[in-house]
Antibody, heavy 125, light 107 residues
Framework: EVQLVESGGGLVQPGGSLRLSCAAS????????MSWVRQAPGKGLEWVSG????????YHADSVKGRFTISRDNSKNTLYLQMNSLRAEDTAEYYC??????????????????WGQGTLVTVSS | DIQMTQSPSSLSASVGDRVTITCRAS??????LAWYQQKPGKVPKLLIY???TLQSGVPSRFSGSGSGTDFTLTISSLQPEDVATYYC?????????FGPGTKVDIK
């Protein structure tokens, strides 16, 4: 059974940093590109960052470029999102999500068949 | 960047009605389009990918069509359990943008 379990969310002041983690199980992690998707309270879905199975290709939305970094440790089956210079508008539930097709290598297809339950990030003073 | 729009933003229909939601891309994306259903308080669920391919386990009353810039999600006979917000998403290239969503409820 595929499981994605996020952790690391919490309350942080503007300008602060957080690192989110997503522990994956039930599939060949290194074969699947992964993404972070966020949802502000009462709002729609926003794709944030994506990474290929090998970790060699990464992508970030313009809204987080230069502040957030996606990475992965395939030996630990874990996905990360390092978030720096946090702003109030980054307040959201952050979901990790698995690419549908295990294409591996450098490919990020970025549509998602499994999602974690989310971790809430609140940026406020 | 390519922008995604959806219409309507919300709709109310009766059980058994045929419901159609439209998604439009500001530039052509071939068939690199997915549809998701998000029920209140739940995580999104993949319904359709490649514009018209039904994800395994999804009821056959859901269908998708379109290519290029114009896409539709159709629920052939609306059921009470279909109350949700529906999102389209492009995945032809980064950024992998979602549409703003269409909220569906029962009249």
């Amino acid at each position: 059974e595929v499981q994605l379990v996020e952790s690391g969310g919490g309350l942080v002041q503007p300008g602060g940093s957080l690192r989110l983690s997503c522990a994956a199980s039930g599939f060949t992690f290194s074969s699947c590109a992964m993404s972070w998707v966020r949802q502000a309270p009462g709002k729609g879905l926003e794709w944030v960052s994506g990474i290929s199975g090998s970790g060699g290709s990464t992508y970030h939305a313009d809204s987080v470029k230069g502040r957030f970094t996606i990475s992965r440790d395939n030996s630990k089956n874990t996905l990360y999102l390092q978030m720096n210079s946090l702003r109030a508008e980054d307040t959201a539930e952050y979901y990790c999500a698995k690419d549908h097709r295990p294409l591996g290598g450098m490919i990020v297809e970025a549509y998602f068949d499994y999602w974690g339950q989310g971790t809430l990030v609140t940026v406020s003073s | 960047d390519i922008q995604m729009t959806q219409s309507p933003s919300s709709l109310s229909a009766s059980v058994g009605d045929r419901v159609t939601i439209t998604c439009r891309a500001s530039q052509g994306i071939s068939n690199y389009l997915a549809w998701y259903q998000q029920k209140p308080g739940k995580v999104p669920k993949l319904l359709i990918y490649a514009a018209s391919t039904l994800q395994s386990g999804v009821p056959s009353r859901f269908s998708g069509s379109g290519s290029g810039t114009d896409f539709t999600l159709t629920i052939s006979s609306l059921q009470p359990e279909d109350v949700a917000t529906y999102y389209c998403q492009k995945y032809n290239s980064d950024p992998f943008t979602f549409g703003p969503g269409t909220k569906v409820d029962i009249k």
